[in-house]
């Protein structure tokens, strides 16, 4: 009887609730009755997958419903639409995060078809470091541009034109990220940003008791030890069970206590709430510079100085295709020198060098002064490529235009590069000469130092990506068709410290440059030495 008792479990399974004594079901209608309650108990069980797979289709359909209306917005107009960083952003987490869970979702149901599909496109998708990247993006733009979390979650950004907005969800994961680098600050704005979307009554999966777990801890971390507890407390009244949550508590009561006892003298304090403020701010005064130059806060040219500047129509000291056909040329600043060419290169120019570049762009890199080699940094986000004269006639031509308008020899430049600055791309404040530490800098090239920069800026940006130079206050802002010029060198050959200059991160839109390094070989009788270390 117990044998058979076993093996009537094993051969119904977990779905029917009683035992048989044996298999003549026949023989009692009460056994029968037993029956027809398993079947319906049975039934009951059919309908809740039944009801499990459509809601699970459904998900997938609403999740469809939704890529398709997004997709058929976004590639009418790529660039703009990954103009505004919150797409980007976005495109980097559904690629990355939710297209995966959707693969989990379906796997379910074996969906070969699908599988297969994702199979081959998964080698195309961004991963764990391009979700990372695309968020710190963020919060480099957030820095930089002075946005606050609520501005930037709804997506309120100037000049978008596909408006965007984070959920909580996304908020959550932005502070994840924040607090994976230990980045504090980021971690309580966005954990915040978070509880406020749940709070006004969002519908989320992201969970008040892991966002209160984050935010109280970020929290702590940068002193506010009131704010913690507080935070804390929210947190147990949640989950009243949560262990982290109540030893935290207990060591923040411990520490409170001690404060009390008067145990922690004043000074710790104060020196507790300065290190606070780094960690928040952790800015260089050429860092605050820099950041007010991208937002068109910086220093303004007297009336004075300004009166010096001009517009001119050039022709290039008389060059032959130029004199009959001069250019425009305007002044941007007057120390340094920095001129602007306007209508200097095509549209048809540009799209050539764009589609020329597109297949080779990298991550772009800056010479190493140790090594003299080039590598990748953080302090330069963006992708470029190098283009040679020999291998297009428009590259060709380009490069004439440059030597016949700056009457610097470009046989001894540095190929054409061309780079892309999409989501938060920037290039941090830089020299583009070797400075005297550097003396291998461009020892592989045997072409000297770089004399002067040439900036082709091949598309407008709707907001940011201005180029500034922060030690004398000067911004230029990009405007499509034009260029700008500056020397790196005085002619006796030293380096001009206030050419330090970087391209801003930019907010919204889409930046492509091209810019010409000119070297000193070949340039010792188009711009000659002076005896004056200055001049």
Known sequence: MAFNKVWCALALGFLLPFSCAHTDFFTSIGHMTDLINT????????KDYI??????????????????????????????FLGHPVNAFKLMKRLNTEWGELESLVLKDMSDGFISNMTIQRQFFPNDEDQTGAA?????????????TDTLSRGNLPGVKHKSFLTAEDCFELGKIAYTEADYYHTELWMEQALKQLDEGEVSSADKVYILDYL????????????????????????????????????????????????KSSTDSEEQEKETE??????????????????????????????????????????????????????EWDKPRIVRFLDIISDE???????????RLSRATVHDPETGKLTTAHYRVSK????????????????????????????????????????????????????????????ELGTGNRIATWLFYM???????????????????PRKGTAVFWYNLFPSGEGDYSTRHAACPVLVGNKWVSNKWLHERGQEFRRPCTLSELE
């Open 136 to 148: 710190k993006a963020l919060l480099r733009l957030q820095d930089t541009y002075n946005l606050d």
């Open 384 to 443: 470029s490529a190098w283009l040679s004269g020999y291998e297009s006639p428009v590259v060709s031509r380009i490069n004439t235009r440059i030597q016949d308008l700056t009457g610097l020899d470009v046989s001894t430049a540095e190929e054409l590069q061309v780079a892309n600055y999409g989501v938060g791309g920037q290039y941090e404040p830089h020299f583009d000469f070797a400075r005297a530490n550097e003396p291998d800098a461009f020892k």
């Open 278 to 331: 780094v960690k928040k701010k952790d800015y260089l005064p050429e860092r605050r510079k820099y950041e007010m130059l991208c937002r068109g806060e910086g220093l303004k040219m007297t009336p004075r100085r300004q009166k010096r500047l001009f517009c001119r129509y050039y022709d290039g000291n008389r060059n032959p295709r130029y004199i009959l056909g001069p250019v425009k040329q305007e002044d």
């Open 459 to 477: 598309s407008d940006v709707s907001a940011g990506g201005a180029t500034v130079f922060p030690e004398v206050g000067a911004s230029v802002w």
């Open 349 to 359: 120019e540009i799209e050539t060098v764009k589609e020329l570049a597109k297949p």
């Open 216 to 263: 109280s801890y970020a929290v702590y971390q940068q002193g506010d030890l009131g704010k913690a507890m507080a935070l804390t407390k929210r947190l147990l009244e949640l989950d009243p069970e949560h262990q982290r949550a109540n030893g935290n508590m207990k060591y923040f009561e411990y520490i409170m206590a001690k404060e009390k006892e008067g145990n």
């Open 39 to 46: 079947e319906k108990d049975l039934v009951v069980s059919l």
């Open 51 to 80: 009801k499990a797979e459509e809601s699970k289709l459904e998900q997938i359909k609403k999740w469809a419903e939704k890529l398709d209306q997004l997709t058929a917005t976004a590639t009418k107009d790529p660039e703009g």
